[in-house]
């Protein structure tokens, strides 16, 4: 079920430890031979500050936090460590990255570990880098450390927040939202969740409609738009297997957009409407059901 | 709250000092000398700064890590110093409070509704 660290573990974090995941529809991975139609489910490694798990929204659906529109998966923290706690089965402590502070709790095997001699070293007001992942336990976040190492060189503190920007940026890019656009009033509410507001139901789900809703209208959104093209090629992709080939009549738009994670079914429904208008699929039996077109001169 | 934002240390160069007074900022500087209880130091963009209530018994390496509040345009009030070894690369920590600070303050600071969060840049 979880992903293979061993196998995989060379082209999967070969290029730098963060791998999109397939529900943010990104079909183009430098590192993954596979490309789109690998089955494999990737688990993400991001670089967050606390700041953004404090914004991540917890989807009551499958009970998975979003952040950034993306499931997190394992995340990568760096800061200083206070009021630490050794307990009988576990090591808790706040870990402080000055954008906000979060509980962090490691379990240990037993008093006699050698995890328990390394965590020891671990003392109040020095910097850790944390590999971990979020968690909600009473409806207070938290997170579950997997790795916890004291910081030797400092500029892997300037490194993770330049890290952190990046793919902060980046999963941005890819769901069509344009950064550091300070009238842009509608990103402020999307991806600046303040902690008061309730939890919306499907909310991720609601960032994504909400963006079709006003950057997807084709009127205004010039056919260059990088999302669109994402959601394009993922679907172009999709009638290219030839396994979708075998039926005469094609797939159908709802099996279309459930197998392209990561788009709503609105802008699913568009890019078959494009693709079908240049030509590359055509309808069969009716509106709903699609074909990849034989004869392909483009 | 479970996760606290309440009370962040913004990224800050020399530059932001001015409209970040009363701000707890965090920042690294590049020690000169230790002279009085005070820290003559360099700030990440250049301008020669002075750090207040700096714990006496520290041995300081040639970095330091600096969060406290800003008092003034070269003036920071500590209240943690952390020694940050003797190599870091101090233009890069520089280009990150200028990114920090612009437009990508989102994952570092919270905006409450209506207003930034920090002063607004001039």
């Known amino acids: 079920m979880s992903s293979d660290f061993g196998a995989d573990g060379g082209s999967l974090f070969g290029g730098g430890g963060f791998i999109p995941t397939q529900s943010t529809g990104l079909n183009e991975n430098a590192f993954s031979p596979g490309g789109a139609t690998k089955k494999a489910s990737y688990q993400s490694l991001i670089p967050v500050t606390v700041k953004q798990l404090s914004s991540a929204i917890l989807e009551p659906s499958d009970e998975k936090f979003y952040i950034d529109g993306q499931e997190s998966h394992n995340i990568t923290l760096v800061g200083m460590v206070f009021g630490k706690k050794e307990n009988f089965t576990d090591v808790s402590f706040m870990l402080d990255d000055f954008t906000g502070k979060i509980e962090v709790k490691k379990w240990i095997d037993g008093q006699d570990s050698e995890e328990l001699v390394e965590l020891r070293n671990i003392r109040n007001g020095i910097y850790v880098r944390i590999y971990g992942q979020l968690r909600s336990f009473q409806g207070k976040k938290n997170v579950v450390a997997l790795s916890v190492r004291p910081i030797k060189q400092f500029d892997e503190v300037t490194f993770h927040f330049l890290e952190a920007i990046y793919v902060h940026a980046y999963n941005l890019k890819s769901q069509g939202v344009t950064v550091g656009s300070k009238s842009s009033a509608s990103t402020r509410v999307m991806f600046s969740a303040h902690p008061a507001l309730p939890v919306t139901p499907n909310p991720s789900a609601n960032m994504r409609s909400n963006i079709s809703s006003q950057y997807m209208a084709p009127a205004s959104v010039p056919v260059g738009c990088n999302s669109m093209n994402e959601c394009q090629n993922r679907v172009q992709a999709l009638f290219d297997e030839p396994a979708n080939l075998v039926m005469e009549q094609g797939l159908h738009v709802d099996e279309v957009a459930r197998r392209t994670a990561g788009f709503t079914k609105q802008q699913v429904k568009e890019a078959i409407d494009h693709l079908a208008n240049e030509g590359f699929i055509y309808a069969t039996i009716d509106e709903d059901h699609y074909n990849k077109s034989t004869y392909n001169s483009f | ?122």
């Open chain 2, 1 to 122: 709250m479970d996760v606290i934002t309440s009370n962040p240390a913004l990224l800050a160069n020399a530059e932001k000092f001015r409209p970040y007074v009363g701000r707890r900022v965090r920042t690294v500087v590049k020690v000169n000398r230790f002279e009085g209880g005070n820290l003559h130091c360099q700030a990440p963009d250049g301008p020669h700064i002075v750090v207040r209530q700096v714990p006496r018994n520290e041995e300081f390496t040639q970095f330091v890590e600096v969060i406290g509040v800003v008092e003034g345009d070269t003036a920071l009030r500590a209240e943690i110093c952390t020694n940050f070894g003797d190599r870091f690369d101090l233009e890069q920590f520089s280009k990150l409070c200028d990114m920090a600070n612009g437009s990508y303050r989102d994952i570092f600071m919270l905006r409450r509704r209506g207003q930034d969060f920090l002063a607004s840049n001039k």
